[in-house]
Every structure is written in C-alpha cells, then in structure tokens.
C-alpha cells in the first residue's frame, strides 16, 4: 500500500535545541552571525577544540553555543592546564571578543551576570584581566565594558552619574546596555542616585534629578528629596522649573505627593522656597458667611459674625507657621456659598447637611480644629499621628461629628479674652509661636493688643480675669456633657465627673488660677482619676514655697498615681 495515496504525511522530527543556554543568550545578539555559526549545531565542540581553532585563527568556525560552552567549562579547563596554556588561550580569547561585536556584547553580558550574583556565567580568570579589553574596544562596547569594571571595583557611584549623564533612570540606563537581568548591579546604582543627586551641576541636572524622582520606588525618591531640599535650597531658589515641580507634587493640598513623607527640616525648606499657607482661603469663607445674603440665609447674626471674624482674626498671626489649611463646611453652607463662587476649590462639603463650619489647621508638631460658631464653638489640638493625618488632612467626604468623637490631645474654648489665654497655651504647650514681624495682635483693643516675643499678650484685668474663670468654668460642664453624649466618656458617675474637673483644672492651669486649679485637680483625684494625681503631685512638689504639708501631699498623690500605672508618675519614682 502506498502511504502516500492515503493523505497521511510525516513530519519531520523537532531538533531539540538547548534552551537553557539559547534564552540566555537571548538578546545578545547585536547583528547576525555568520553562516557558520549555526546555533542549532548541537552538541558544541569541546574546550580543545575551541582553543585549536582559535590559534589557527579560524574564529568564524567557532558558533555561539561553542562560546557559551567555553565560558561556562573555561574555569575547569584552567585548572587542568599549565600556566603558559592558560595565559596563550585567554589571550586568543581576548582577541575573538575584541573583534566581533557580537561576541563582545555575549561576553561583557555573561561578565556582568557573574559580577551580579547571578550564577558563574564567566570564568574568573578572564573576569579578573577583563580590563585588558580596554584598549581594543570603543563607542558602546567600551562603555559596556566600563560598566562592568566599575561593578567589579564596586564603584557604584560613578555608574550612577553615568546614568546621570544618559539623563536616564537607573533601569532604563541597564536596558539600554542589555543588562536588565543585573538586579544587585541596578540596586547598588540606585543606591548612590541620592549621593550623586548632592554634588550633581544642579543647573544642568535639576530635570533627571526630579526624573529620579518619580520613576525610583517611593523610599528612594523620598531620600533624594530630602537631600536636594536639604543640600541644595540656595540653588533650587534660583530654578523655576524645580520651584514650579515643587508646588505641584510636593504642596500639602496634594494627597498623593511627596508632603506627608517628608521631614520637618524638608517642610522647612519647601515653606521657604514656595508660598504654602491657605489662609487666604480661611478669609475667604469669613467673606462670604458675613455677606447680608448669605448670613441670613443661615441664620447668622451680628454677634455670630463678629465671633467668626475674631477666629479668623487670631490664627492669622500664625499665618507663616501654617503648614496647610482645610475649610470645611456642612452641606447648606457649600450650597449657599457655591451660589456666588462658582469655582470654589478650596471648599469642602462635609458630609452632614446643618452645622458649623470648621478650619483645620495644619502646623509642623500638632493639627488644629477650630469650630467657628454654635454651641461646641472649641478649638481641639490632635497629635499629629498617621491616624489623625488621614481623619483630619485627607478624609475625601469628613464628618464633624467623627471628628468630635475622635480623640483630641487638648481642648481650648472660646469664653471671654480667650486669645490671650491661647496665645499662652500655645506657645507653652506647643511652641506654636506668631509670626516674627507681630507686634499687635488684631481684633483687640488696643491695651491688649500689644504683643511681646515668648512673653505674649498683657494680662487681664483681675476682675476679667475672675469673669473668664467663672465662664471657663460653665464651658467645661457644657463640654463634657457633650463628649459624654458622644460616647466618648464612661457613664459611670464618679469617672465621668473625675474627667470634668480634670478639663477644668487644666483650663485653670492655662489661666493661672493655681488655687482653683489645685481644688479642681485633688476633687478629680479623690474619685479616682491617676492623671488629676500626677498633675496635682507635680504642682504641690514643685510649686515655689510649697510647705512640708503640700510636699507631703504631693508625695501621696504621686505614689498613688503610680501604683493606678500612671507612666509619667511611674517614671518620676524611677520604676520604669
């Protein structure tokens, strides 16, 4: 029977071909080679035979797959071999890559790879004398092989500001030599891209420095930030294309930029190169609630708006250490003000449709939420933590009532001559001090507006000064039955009443009422409170001409506070 009539056809058998070696040798070849090099030639010819043809000068006859078998079996050949043998056969091996583009970018490629860690893919005697090539090769070979030889010195730095050179990133710089399987090499490159980023000719550099930037992982390009903004302040204030980058990724109104990584001292320095204060914004919303229309439409009378305006009046002698701004406001507020502002970026609808506006405030140690009107009416410091951060300074839709029911660091009211006790409170607690040029704090009259450097506002009158107590006072049981509605304090009486007169003594404190302060704080003790104990100790044992009696006292109150494991207590009795 003849197979062929019945249709049936058989193929020829596959070649196997080595692919282990062929892909790694994928990539390499930068022009064809000869007709003799027939990679499918398998199995390759042996090391002898190799290094027979190489000193017969018939290199054309030797194929990739035999110079891949050479690199991988030339280690174990040498030593089996005398040394006059092995220098005469690196020597025509030497020459065969020199001449042949081909096998020099093979070669250089394997070298690498062994350099890298990446397998022993070169033998250690040519990788040892490889400088040798040196002389021989030019244009992109020579650069390759000075990539390699760097490598081998370990001197990363200079490949980084070669990649500089190429105006390049790192790994577009190792793609571009066909290298991109060197991942220790690329590593140890982009660890030196902040280093060179400090000595670099900023004026010719300043775009692949911020190109380094964006294209390196985020804790690299956070580290070249922070030495440009560092190292090179004076030079990045003379280049417009730098600041320009500066206000766009590195400005607090953008949540996906570089702000909220940086340190102070960066933070420091963008405030000196760029304008990062919002407070126009603040004065703004102030506009707009005080307009005839707008006010009535939410109900906001005179003395509302001349509460408003005194808010608005106070932190803006804080303007210079603000470090961002959010206004927020309730739905009805956004619609009204939306009526006359039809851009109003700078405008965040909260998520509740009635209440207060409210300002947060960013400074460089705390975040501050000031309420502008209506019965919880405060100002509430926040420790300046990841948690708070993403509560106070990104929430997309905030609430106000979430932000009330988080937990506050300090709270401070708005009860008569309240700037004069902020200022104190602020400066003492916080080192939040006003900007240098104040001299007069606006919105006072005139004998209590003039301010002093790290001694702050005159004090009130003591017949004020009574009145403000009296009102501080009233503002504290209103404060607390708030938080307790919120759910924040426990409903068991005794604590909840020990954590009232705790708020009243330190508002006391703030004010200098030691006497009403010290009655609030060992009231807020005896039902319990450890923290009211310490406070108290602190003040009866430090307090100038404190009697035996109080030192005693003091003594008391701090060994309970201790043993209730109040750490501040714990650590002054050297138990911790």
Not at 35 to 58: H, Q, W
Not at 115 to 136: M, N, R
Request: some cysteine; overall charge neutral; glycine content about 4%.
């Amino acid at each position: 029977m003849d197979v062929l009539s019945l249709g049936i056809e058989f193929k020829a058998p596959a070649v196997k071909q080595p692919r282990k070696m062929l892909r790694l040798a994928k990539d390499v070849v930068l022009q064809p080679w000869t007709a003799v090099d027939n990679m499918t030639a398998f199995p390759p010819k042996t090391v002898d035979e190799i290094i027979r043809l190489l000193e017969s000068g018939l290199k054309s006859e030797i194929s990739i797959l035999d110079w891949i078998h050479l690199f991988d079996s030339k280690q174990v050949w040498d030593a089996c071999h005398n040394e006059a043998d092995v220098a005469r056969s690196s020597a025509r091996i030497y020459d065969a890559i020199a001449e042949n583009t081909s096998l020099t970018h093979l070669a250089l490629f394997r070298a690498a790879l062994t350099v890298d860690g990446s397998g022993q893919y070169f033998p250690a005697l040519l990788l040892q004398h490889i400088h040798l090539l040196s002389d021989s090769l030019t244009g992109w070979r020579k650069e390759l092989l000075d990539i390699v030889l760097l490598s081998r010195s370990v001197d990363f730095i200079k490949i980084a500001l070669l990649v500089a050179e190429a105006d390049v990133s790192v790994h577009e710089f190792f793609t571009r030599y066909r290298l991109p399987k060197c991942t220790r090499l690329k590593q140890m490159t982009v660890n030196q891209i902040p280093h060179v980023c400090e000595t670099i000719d900023l004026a010719s550099h300043a775009g692949w420095c911020l190109y380094m930037v964006r294209e390196s992982e985020r804790p690299v390009g956070i580290q070249i930030l922070e030495v440009l903004l560092n190292k090179r302040e004076q030079e990045i204030k003379g280049n417009a294309y730098f600041l320009k980058w500066l206000d766009e990724s590195c400005h607090p109104r953008n949540d996906d930029g570089y702000w909220f990584d940086l340190s102070g001292a960066s933070h420091a320095a963008i405030r000196r190169l760029i304008p990062l204060s919002d407070f126009q914004y603040f004065k703004m919303l102030v506009s707009f609630l005080c307009r005839h229309d707008v006010a009535s439409a939410l109900g906001i009378d005179e003395h509302s708006q001349k509460q408003i305006k005194s808010r608005s009046l106070f932190w803006q002698h804080y303007e210079g250490q603000i470090v961002s701004l959010r206004v927020l406001v309730p739905g009805n507020t956004y619609a009204n003000i939306m009526k006359f502002n039809k851009s109003a970026s700078w405008l965040e609808k909260r998520s509740e449709e009635q209440g207060s506006e409210a300002i947060v405030i960013e400074f460089e140690s705390v975040i501050v939420l000031e309420v502008l009107r209506g019965e919880a009416s405060e100002i509430r410091v926040f420790e300046k933590n990841s948690r708070n951060i993403n509560l106070l300074l990104k929430d997309k839709l905030p609430s106000l009532l979430t932000i009330r029911k988080s937990h506050q660091d300090a709270v401070h009211d708005h009860a008569i001559c309240w700037q004069w006790a902020c200022e104190a409170w602020l400066r003492k607690s916080y080192k939040i001090e006003p900007d240098d040029n104040i001299k007069r704090f606006k919105g006072l009259p005139p004998h209590a507006s003039p301010y002093e450097r790290n001694k702050g506002l005159p004090t009130p009158e003591k017949i004020i000064l009574e009145r403000r107590s009296q009102e501080v006072e009233q503002w504290a049981k209103s404060f607390f039955a708030r938080e307790r509605e919120l759910g924040k304090y426990s409903v068991d009486g005794d604590e909840a009443k020990a954590h009232e007169l705790l708020l009243l003594g330190r508002q006391l404190e703030r004010m200098g009422d030691y006497k009403k302060m010290a009655a609030s704080l060992e009231s807020a003790a005896k039902l319990g409170n450890r923290s009211a104990m310490t406070m108290l100790a602190k003040y009866f044992l430090t307090k100038a001409r404190s009697s035996p009696e109080l030192r005693m006292r003091g003594e008391v109150w701090l060994k309970k506070a201790a043993k209730l494991g109040d750490l501040q207590a714990r650590q002054w009795l050297g138990m911790d």
